[in-house]
């Protein structure tokens, strides 16, 4: 923790907090979830004696790098982002930090330095507005709707973590557990919308899963994402055998070459998140015709406001958006609505890994789905409170569960030694 001893809207102290909370055994291309999510906590606060709050990754590299640009912003003003900005490029260069479980796409400079800033700017909304006791999707242009929707993000799992008690949600390892826990998590939060975390089982398996939605489901748009697990040739073949069945299939194959092979052919359009996940890479997919959708994060495209450019140059080249989700607490979800709430064109409805939560950091009772949407949070800034005792004991875990970085791959091999990630396996 840093001061300094300026005056109304600057920032006289930034914390950042790692935090750990239980995570179910979700499996995906490149292994299972730990037992354990890791993210930060990021409070900067005011003068006046605003706090404002953000929300990030928790590994321990990403946590360092945070760390040293929260001390950079301390004495800029909230208001002034771009000051913030500059100081976060200078407080961290051209270091790197790495995905480490390969699911988010390439990692550079610009990316990290932009996963740092979006951190801090969310924060800095946040002060901003309970300063002026104004919402954030306000700050952000107005709300253009006040129910955000979202889309039941399902996934094969485990019904328990090795040597572990079995969870709530049960086993889902073939295609009558996957539409049993679509019916659980649609009857409690009413999703209207289905997404499968695919490239876990050999191909036909996962067809076989989503044919058994669309029977049970028969008004609920699908989305398949194998996360690149798959060869070009597999990835149309699996197109063309859930031809009008999908309503986009997400990374079927890695790289840009490869998506654009695999969008000329298929009969639904592509969506992705793994192969654009830059400013940098948008010219080349869209010279390629690679994707029809951009799944934006604004954890790692910059923050909420460069994530509305980024829908305003899809609307202008003819492109789908949606969000992204990764494993996260209620200040982050809280950030995606009132940037849902505020961003005219958002063409899908929003993946969210919230419904596998056991607990939040926040204060209950401020966030909650109702027909698959979440409403804008009323009060100023992000309209959430941190639970402090909550808090404590996350980052407790933090210091106790002995991780230090995500890593699906690692993990599973310690339960299957033999494993390798499926990426392009198929």
């Not at 826990?181 to 939060?189: G, K, L």
């Not at 876990?200 to 690149?228: K, M, Q, S, Y």
């Amino acid at each position: 923790m840093t001061k300094s001893s300026s005056s109304s809207l600057v920032i006289r102290e930034a914390t950042v907090t790692p935090v750990a909370f239980r995570d179910p055994p979700l499996l995906n291309c490149v292994g299972v979830h730990q037992p354990w999510a890791l993210r930060s906590i990021i409070e900067l606060r005011c003068e006046d004696g605003a706090v404002g709050l953000g929300e990030s990754y928790g590994d321990a590299d990403f946590v360092q790098l945070l760390e040293i640009a929260a001390e950079a912003v301390v004495g800029a003003d909230v208001f002034d982002l771009n000051a913030v900005r500059a100081r976060v490029d200078v407080a961290i260069g051209d270091r790197v930090t790495r995905d480490a479980h390969g699911l988010i796409g390439k990692s550079s400079s610009l990316k990290t330095r932009l996963s740092i800033y979006s951190a801090l700017e969310v924060a800095c909304l946040d002060a901003q507005g309970r300063a002026l006791n104004r919402p954030v999707c306000e700050l952000l242009g107005g709300a253009t709707r006040r129910d955000v929707p979202f889309a039941a993000y399902l996934f094969y799992k485990w019904d328990r973590h090795p040597g572990g008690e079995a969870d709530a949600w049960g086993e889902a390892i073939d295609p009558q557990g996957i539409v049993a826990q679509a019916r659980e998590m649609i009857e409690r939060f009413g999703f209207r919308s289905i997404k499968l975390k695919g490239g876990v089982f050999p191909p036909n398996e996962e067809i076989e899963a989503i044919r058994a939605l669309r029977e049970a489901f028969p008004t609920h748009p699908l989305r398949l994402d194998p996360n690149a697990a798959w060869q070009v040739g597999t990835a149309v073949n699996v197109a063309e055998a859930l031809d009008g069945v999908l309503e986009y299939l997400e990374d079927p194959t890695p790289g840009l070459a490869g998506m654009a092979e695999v969008a000329r052919r298929a009969p639904m359009p592509l969506a992705t998140n793994m192969c654009v996940v830059s400013w940098e890479d948008i010219p080349e997919a869209i010279r390629l015709g690679a994707v029809k959708i951009v799944l934006s994060d604004h954890h790692f495209w910059g923050g909420l406001r460069l994530s509305q450019s980024l829908s305003t140059l899809c609307q202008a080249f003819g492109l789908g958006i949606s969000m992204h989700s990764n494993t996260h607490l209620g200040i982050s979800l809280a950030a995606m609505v009132h940037l849902g709430a505020a961003t005219p064109y958002m063409s899908h409805a929003l993946d969210t890994h919230y419904p596998w939560l056991e607990e939040d950091v926040v204060v209950a009772g401020t966030l909650g789905f109702a027909d698959g949407a979440v409403s804008v949070p009323e009060g100023p800034g992000l309209g959430v409170e941190l639970d402090r005792r909550v808090l404590k004991r996350m980052h407790k875990a933090y210091l106790d569960c002995g991780l230090v970085r995500r890593d699906d791959t690692g993990y599973m091999r310690q339960i299957e030694p033999r494993f390798e990630p499926n990426t392009g396996r198929w």
